[in-house]
Each structure stands twice: as structure tokens, then as C-alpha cells.
DNA sequence: ATCGGCGATACCTTTTCGGTATATCCTGAA
DNA sequence: TTCAGGATATACCGAAAAGGTATCGCCGAT
């Protein structure tokens, strides 16, 4: 006469008695004596109050009303097993979702090969990319809206991992028409007087902070033709001719028209970090799970 | 470290303390203490070799591992309820299927009208009607084919108990042209010297072996023109000129081309019963709610 | 009539569960 | 730094539930 539902138990203990049709059989493929099988049986009758099973002296039957639980029993029985199952697997980082912040330059070659080789490795990870700038970033892993950021040049948080991923070169991006483009080497001071497209222009602490302070370690000021807010954008006007564009390697793969990329080949001191940010005390295993891909990337 | 699987009572538990957030108002909200919280939460993440929820300071969270088990143990709280309701309606004869025996003669009048007033009183039960003769039905009966069956003129059997529901005025068919057509009254001795038809041909003790009796009784040898399979052939026979038939009065839905009917004023001593068929042992509450239909039927 | 197999019951043992008291950890404020 | 407050975890105990053994009662087969 409970208010109490059903355990588990007691559905297991039924359907070996429904399939078969015997309190002694199902009892001994329960490895448990029978008198404890028919006191749950009987439990679960009058808490229902109806028959599960007509006793005959051959053994026992299915009621109505203990076929309609049969079904059902069996239903809750394999989801139960199976929530066990995905929530084990979940627990080793190989099941879930996994919510990635991204930002512009580096989603065009690194990135996608990381996600493309953690989803191989995890097929039943659901992965969600975020386009958001570094700061956002940071808010959202303090939020935890994201797990795990990619960025460059962060600025050093308390409660945030920095982990350089990959270390690119910076290359020079111009258009085919400019003198540059018959050279074999350019180096960083051949930049002074040349008009300068920068990216980020939002952000302090960024790329364009970093190249400006670059070039005036080099002894020059630089001509900043324009500033723009990403690389894309950058390399655009690139395309129409408006000036040089310092990029990272992974850039080259935005191909646009009369866009041709030069080493710089003394740009050594200019570390385009690609960095992966997560919480310090994350201990999601997705979160482990993704840094090993992302690690065993670090050429 | 057992192999056993959940109990729904850790799911219960498990659900309350994602959806508070907190061990503790979890608890109240269980109306149990504390530390069994704590406690049954443990035995589910040392079972599953991984955390459910990470502690905070403020309370607790889901894990990865968590927020999957949470998704499927509200699923399997759902169905488990659902269970024990459909069960318990399944109890009450409220839910399930019947299998009903029907035979031709009796499929166009009363069947219908009882079967669907059954299906209005419980529309969860899934009817399944199943054409079958005398003994087929007896057999299926006594092998569980199914729960009830309509017939006439049904032998006692010890395991089987008959349940008159109706009982119907014996009709003549004839065919309009027949001189009969003419007459306000017709007498069951008219019949003597007359063209009939019989039904059914195959099994003995049914109504064609009780019209026969009863011309005898009457103090004539019938003339048998034809002897059919069922109702609806004979009457086709009559509707062509091949005789005259003696049909339960609900055959008059049978409508065919020149087919009219006409009282037997005297035929009150060929009773024609519809019978109910089921098993003496059955306690099923389904056949309970039938047969009450059936009874409220009962003229 | 008797025997054997089945489920039900009585009674006892073992396990599990829940409650109380307390420990421990973390955070925020004085 | 310290202390207070609120959170979960642990220790220990009593209560409840589950399982085991022995036995009963019933029914069908021999």
C-alpha cells in the first residue's frame, strides 16, 4: 500500500519469472532461492492491486495486466542498462558534448585538422564550434559555455591553462603586382615604409600590438595603412592592392586573387603562438581527451 | 564493484540532487537525511568508475557522465510510472487485447452493436475479432486463442460455460415472387412440401439439425432443396428462386435483390439463442468487462 | 493411494538502508 | 588571520528489507 514505485529488482525478478514461467526455474537463473521470489512477486500484486501471474499447477502465466508490465518491463530493463552504459562511456570523455571557442586566423588549417582528428577518435562527441574573441572566450570558460578555447596571445589568468599548441612562422601577404613579389627574401625591417594592414583592431594585446612593438624593436615606426578586425577582412584588401599584410602560416590556405604569401625570414622574435585555453580546475574527461589530440598535434 | 545494475530508488535520488543542485535541500525535498544521499550517490559513481557530479563549494554540478545519466534516468523514471499505471489499468480490464470467436450468422446485428459498444466503454483495449466455426471456437477457447466466442446452439461442455445474451424470433426468407409473399401469416407447418434451404452443411447438432427436429415435431419430413456452409450463401440461394429459408431474425440486414422476410407466428418453440463461450477458469478482468457489456445487452 | 513437483508460508539470518552526531572543506567577513 | 556559516563526507547505530531453510498445501501423474 506504498506510495513507492517499482525497483529494478523486482522487474528483473518478473520478467525471469515471465520467461520462465516458473517461480523454482526463474529462481535458480537468478541464483537466489524461490521463497524471496515470491514474496517480491507478491509485493509488486499488491501494489498493484492486480494478478501478474494466473499460478497453475504446472507453473505460472502471464495475467493481462502482467503482459502489458512485460513489455514495458523489458523496456525499462535494456534503457537501464543502457544509461549505465552511456554514462560510463561519458565518463571517459568518449560521450557528450564538447563546446569549442574559435577565432579567425587559425580556423583555417590547424583547428579544423585538431577537431577533425578528436571527432575520429571520439565519434559520439557532439562537437559545437563558438566564433568569439579572446576575451569572450575567457568569460565564457568562466561560464562554462565553453571547455575549451583556441587563441593567441593570451594574457595570463589565474584560473586559466595557457597550452601553446603550435608555434607558426609569420609570413608576409601581398599582392603579385608589388615589388616584393619578385624577391627571394624579405626580412622584418624591409617593412618600414611600406603601408601595413593590421588585425585585430579591437583588441589590446593582440597581433597588431605585438607587430607594431615588433617593428619598433626593429627601428622603425610602422605606416599603418589600415586596420581591420580579422584576417580575413586583412587579406581582402590584400587582394585589392591596399598594402602588406603580416600573417600567420596558416593563413596561406586563403587563397585570393593576386594574394601570393613570402617568408619572413628573419621574423624569428615574432611568435605566433596558437594557444589552447581551459579552466585549471577542469576535470572533465572530454576536456583530457581533447588536450591529448591536441598534444599529440604539437608537431 | 558489483555487477548488479541501478536501483530506481538511486535514480530517484540521483535526479533530485541534479535538479537541486544541492545535497541537502535533495534531501528534504526526499524527506530523508543527508548522508543516505551522499551515500547512494557514491554507490552509483563507484559503480560506474566515474564522478556524477562535481562538488563545489555552493553545492554540486553534473558532470559530463552526469548530465547523460540525467537525461536517460528522468526517460526511465517516466516509463516506470507508466508501467505500474497501464498495468494496474490492465488489472481493471481497461487495457490490453481480447480475441472474440464470431461466426457468420450473428456478425450482422447483435456482434456488432455489443462489440462496439465494448470499444466505446474501453478504448484501450485492442479487439480482435476472429471468424470461426462451433468447434474451432471451443478449441481456441481451451488453447487460449481466445477469451470469448458467439455461437448458437452450443453443446454443454464442462470446462466452458454458456451464457445466453439473446434470443431471437425465427424469420422466413423468401424470394418475392414466392405465393408466401402474398400472406399476412405464415405458419411453421406451411412449410411442409416447401423448397428449403439449410445451413450450416458441416456441423451436426447446429441449427440445420434443430430445424429439422422441429419439422418432424411438427409432423412433416422437410424437403431439403440445399444444404449450405452459412447464412449469407443461403439467403444468395434464396435470392435466386432456390427455396425458402428459416433465419434468425437479425439476418434481415442481410438485404439481396428479391429477398423479402416474413414473421413465423408459431416458431416460438425454435429458440434461437446467441450464446456467449468462455472458460470456466477464466478470471481475466478483460472478460469481466466484456461480459458486462454483454449483459447490459441482455434485453 | 502415494509420490513428486510446484508455489506459499513461517521463521530466522544477513544485508542494506536511513538517522544522528560529527568531521572536513571552502568561502566570505570581521 | 581567524572565525562563522554552509556545504558534503564519514562513523556508528538501529530499523527495515531481502535472502535462506524448512515445511506446508495443492494438484496431477503413476
Known sequence: MSIRGFELRQLRYFVAVA???SFRKASERLHISQPPLTRQIQAMES???A???MRTSRGVELTQAGRILFEEANNILMLSERAAERAILA?????GRLDIGIFGSATFDTIPKIILSFRNAHPNVKVVLHNMTKWEQITALRERRITVGF???VTEEADIVLDTVYTENAMLALHRSHPFS?????????LRGQPLILYPRSSRGGFADILMSTCRDSGFEPWVAHEVDDVSTSIALVSCGFGLCVVPESARNLKLPGVIYRPLTDAKRLNIDLCCLYRRDDQSPLLAAFMDIVHSYGR
Chains 1, 2 share one sequence.
Open 182 to 190: 619578385r624577391r627571394n627574401e624579405i626580412r622584418f625591417k624591409d
Open 91 to 95: 565518463g571517459k570523455g568518449q560521450l
Open 47 to 49: 501494489e498493484l492491486g
Open 51 to 53: 494478478e501478474l501471474f
Open 19 to 21: 520467461e520462465e514461467q
Open 151 to 153: 587563441n593567441r596571445f
